[in-house]
């Protein structure tokens, strides 16, 4: 029961600290250098973008509070009910890593919070709130690094970095498929943004090809580290869920693949044409399925013995 | 660019060994099933990561189920990942050891072990 709430929690605070940090990169790198953001649609899509920054925010800050409750039955073996009853909750924040991390994060989500809504209020503003959303919605992401299998690693720096690149990827590829959807979306409805879908795409598209590079490397890094050989793959119940992944993430590859290749070089080719943009997105919220499901197999891998 | 990827991959495969990624015994003082000549002055366990001091601990019992340890479990000053506990003169005998620790990835393990005074 405790494992299986672990692995929702996790899910949840993972998959939100991706889409907050996936916001935030798609706004500064696939908005901003179009110098259009004056314009009306822009801010639109920006002040979908913020709303959706704070859906976010609220998953992460519930799911924050809900993995601290069940961290702290299991470490302190209490019941559910009486982990907030003791001063357990307190030695767990104050003197374990685990609530170290926990109290910047929380600090972070309260941060994010007022500036999400100063950004929502005041359009003015907004620009110079976005850099600083973007670097605070990074750290959010990687504090996660330090409470991962690799933080326990004597092998330092090198578990650590991996697992912080791996984050970072993950936050630029499939954290900025939900804004680009949103995108799209929003490109389909208005004929003003046409002539910027194409190098928003282009731009998307070669940030993802990094992010997958960088998973990749990461990833077998993260691997050789933790499993340790090729037939523990096969062999462990954590080498077998690794496998899963790799296989759901060879299928969200090739999705981006096919979105490259396919539908991006046709759009590249003629006028944008509005049936490409419905299909493209269908196949971008597909994408971001395929990414929770990979999210949600990361959050076993985390309390699964290598 | 190749160069930093190349040094990369070479960490990767010639670099550090398996992380275990929950914290079990690696090695400890007395050691596990050992018989010493003279009674220990504490027991020291290294795991095979960093663990939390709050939420570690190391119990020594005797023959007859008594706790005979000074319960001053602490973590080492330089190695996060050595927990140790003192002991009084223990007299001849069996003594289990048995200790819980939580890593800092929050993974909980457990374990027990003998040793035996021969004096």
Redesign the interface.
């Known amino acids: 029961m405790l494992t299986a709430l672990l692995i929702i929690a996790r899910t949840v605070q993972i998959a939100a600290s991706i889409l907050f940090a996936g916001i935030f990169t798609f706004d500064l790198v696939m908005l901003a250098p179009d110098g259009r953001l004056g314009s009306g649609d822009f801010q639109e899509i920006e002040r979908r973008l913020l709303r959706l920054a704070v859906w976010s925010l609220v998953a992460a800050l519930l799911s924050a509070l809900f993995w601290f409750w069940l961290?702290v039955a299991?470490?302190?073996?209490l019941s559910l009910r009486n982990a907030f009853s003791t001063a357990g909750w307190k030695?767990?924040l104050f003197?374990?890593?685990?609530g170290r991390v926990w109290q910047l994060r929380l600090g972070l989500i309260a941060v994010a919070f007022a500036l999400v809504a100063a950004g929502r209020a005041q359009v003015k503003t907004r620009r110079t709130l976005i850099p600083v959303l973007w670097l605070l919605s990074v750290v959010f992401l990687v504090s996660l690094a330090w409470?991962?299998?690799?933080?326990?690693?004597?092998?330092q720096p090198?578990?650590l970095l991996g697992d912080v690149l791996h984050l970072c990827a993950a936050g630029g590829w499939i954290g900025g498929l939900i804004p680009l959807a949103i995108f799209l979306a929003r490109a389909r409805a208005t004929a003003s943004l046409g002539e910027t879908v194409v190098p928003t795409l282009r731009r998307f598209s070669t940030l993802s090809l990094c992010c997958v590079s960088i998973l990749i490397?990461s990833g077998?890094?993260n691997s050789?580290?933790?499993?340790?050989?090729f037939y523990a793959l096969f062999t462990t119940a954590y080498g077998r869920l690794l496998l899963f992944k790799l296989v759901l993430f060879g299928i969200l590859v090739g999705f981006g693949t096919r979105n490259r290749l396919a539908i991006k070089t046709k759009l590249l080719k003629v006028e944008v044409r509005s049936d490409l943009l419905p299909q493209l997105r269908r196949t971008v919220i597909c994408e971001a399925c395929l990414g929770a499901a990979v999210v949600a197999i990361v959050a076993c891998l985390?309390?699964t013995?290598? | 660019m190749k160069r930093i990827i190349f040094v990369f991959f070479l960490i990767i495969v010639a670099g550090p060994a398996r992380l275990e990624a929950h914290a079990f015994l690696k090695d400890a003082i007395p050691s596990v099933g050992s018989t010493v000549q003279t009674s220990p002055n504490e027991v020291r366990i290294r795991f095979t990561e960093n663990v939390e001091p709050a939420f570690s601990s190391i119990q020594v019992f005797n023959a007859s189920g008594k706790e005979v340890d000074k319960r001053d479990v602490r973590l080492d000053r330089t190695d996060h990942a050595l927990l140790r506990v003192s002991l009084p003169s223990l007299e001849a005998g069996i003594y289990k050891v048995v200790w819980r620790v939580v890593s800092v990835d929050t993974h909980v393990t457990s374990g027990n072990f003998t040793f035996q005074v021969a004096r």
């Open positions: 961290e299991s470490i302190s073996q030695t767990v003197e374990t890593q685990f409470i991962s299998h690799a933080a326990a690693a004597r092998v090198l578990g490397i077998i890094s050789c580290l933790l499993v340790g050989s985390g309390i013995q290598p």
